[in-house]
Each structure stands twice: as C-alpha cells, then as structure tokens.
C-alpha cells in the first residue's frame, strides 16, 4: 500500500525506514513482523531557466542524467524518471554575434527510485548547491546557458508490504476506513518522522490485496527399501546310484563235436574239411 508525503519547508527529516514500518503497524493492528517498506520513491521539481529548446529533448535528459549520476554515484540511470515539463518561455537571451534567441523556463518532475540507496542522501543532495552547478555544467556542454533555479525534493512516496490473517482485516483497516490517512499522518507526526506542515496522505484506490495461497506441506516420499531377495538355498545334486559294473557275457563254451555229417561227401573231401573226424550214423 502507497503513502505519499508532500514535505514541509524544511524539507525530508531523517528517514527512518524502522520507524515508518512501525508506525503502518500500529494504525493496521499488524504484527511488526509483517510490515516492511518495500519502496521508497522521492520526488523533485527541477526548474530551469534559459533552454533554447521548447522540449525535453534527449540531448537535455542525457545531460541530466549524467549530473544526477556525477552527484549521486550510487545510482543507476534506471532510478531517474523524467515526466512532462511544464514549459513557459517569454524571456529573450543573447547567445553572442547579435543573435537573440527565445529562452524557455522547464519545471521538470523527476522521480528518483531511492529504494536501494539512503533517501536522506539524495534529498539534501538534491538541495546542494554541488547538484546546481552539476545541472548547469552538463547543459553548458550540450550548448546552453541556464540558470538552475529549484533542486530541492518536493516529496516521497513509501510502499508497504503489509500481511494479515484475512482479506477482511485490510479491508476494515486500510481500504473502508476513511481516516487512515489522518492516523498514519498523525502517527508519524507524533513519532518525530514528519514535519507538523508536511503532509501525508493514503490512497486507498492504490491498495493492492494480494491473497496468498496457503503452504502445502510437501508430503514426504516413503523411502523405498532394497528389495531383498531370498537367499538361495543351494540345491543339493541328487545323490548318484551306484553303477553296476557292466555284466560280462559269459564266453560261450566252445562245443564239443565228436562226429560230422558225412551226406555221401568223398572220403577225401571229408578228410580236407574235417580231418579223421569220423561220420555220425
């Protein structure tokens, strides 16, 4: 949620993130936990008198840029937002060799992303006379005699990040309740962080509820265990029956012959064959 603070003549008092959380913080009933400033914007005039261009050209932004980055070195060139200038121009200046141009009177608003760096720095920055004469010389080099008229910074917008139980709670709070900007004015005047003639105001068109979802415990996975596999019983070799020896066939017994047949065989050719075996009857 927004809260813009206009400052008074004195311009930005001490800036004391801490104690601006602590001040949101008791004007939402939250828990000082759940409050933090997660933006702090400062915003500036810058006039200057004498530009012979009727716009903000990009040769002027380039050299506005490279002051405000030779001033404050911790900045980046992203931090530095021009916006459209109110431009009057009524004033006649001489340049030199009799020409007479028309000069042209800027009031420039820039808004300076302090969110990173000390927002206390860079407003009293912005007020010296170092920052002036940075402006000057920078558009000297790009051709033009100005007069810086106003450096100072006009005001600061802070950006909280507030938590809650419920919806409701911001709501009752912040969004429909009608006096938050007094409270928060009245809070941080009575705690010494703004001026009695700054102003602070709280839009609360700007407020953005952001419902977050709740967190879901993972669920732890089960560790899956090593499957074990049985250890294997070692199968035992069947015991192996006794071979019986081979059985030897007996070697036939020779027979006996005491006679052959004769079957009216010569007598000589049964003798070849058979010897003196004599004839069975």
Same mark, same amino acid.
């Given at each position: ?217 993972? %669920? +732890?996975? *089960? #560790?899956?265990?090593?499957? !074990?596999? /049985?250890? @294997?019983? =070692? &199968? $035992?070799?069947? %015991? +192996?029956? *006794? #071979?019986?020896?081979?059985? !030897?066939? /007996?070697? @036939?017994? =020779? &027979? $006996? ?25």
């Amino acid at each position: 949620m927004p809260v813009e603070l206009t400052f008074g003549g004195s311009g930005l008092v001490e800036y004391n993130e801490t104690m601006w959380a602590a001040a949101m913080s008791t004007v939402t009933g939250s828990s000082s936990d759940d409050v933090e400033v997660s933006g702090v914007k400062l915003f500036q005039t810058l006039t200057i008198n004498g530009l012979s261009e009727g716009t903000l050209t990009a040769e002027y932004k380039a050299s506005l840029i490279a002051a405000y980055l030779l001033e404050f070195p911790s900045l980046n060139a992203s931090n530095i937002v021009f916006g459209d200038p109110v431009v009057s121009g009524t004033r006649r200046r001489r340049l030199g060799w009799g020409r007479r141009l028309a000069g042209n009177n800027f009031e420039i608003p820039v808004e300076i992303d302090a969110s990173t760096v000390s927002p206390s720095d860079i407003a009293s920055g912005l007020a010296s006379d170092s920052f002036s004469e940075s402006v000057a010389s920078e558009l000297a080099n790009a051709g033009e005699d100005v007069i810086i008229q106003e450096t100072k910074a006009t005001g600061m917008e802070l950006l909280f990040s507030v938590k809650a139980e419920t919806t409701s709670d911001i709501e009752d709070s912040v969004v429909n309740n009608q006096h938050f900007s007094a409270e928060i004015s009245a809070e941080a005047l009575s705690t010494n962080l703004v001026e009695a003639d700054a102003v602070v105001e709280a839009d609360s068109d700007r407020v953005i509820i952001v419902t977050l979802a709740p967190t879901v415990e993972p %669920t +732890p996975t *089960p #560790t899956d265990a090593p499957t !074990e596999f /049985p250890t @294997p019983v =070692p &199968t $035992e070799s069947p %015991t +192996p029956m *006794p #071979t019986s020896p081979p059985t !030897e066939s /007996p070697t @036939p017994t =020779p &027979t $006996e012959v005491d006679c052959v047949p004769c079957d009216g065989a010569g007598n000589s050719a049964r003798k070849l064959l058979f010897g003196d075996m004599p004839c069975c009857a």
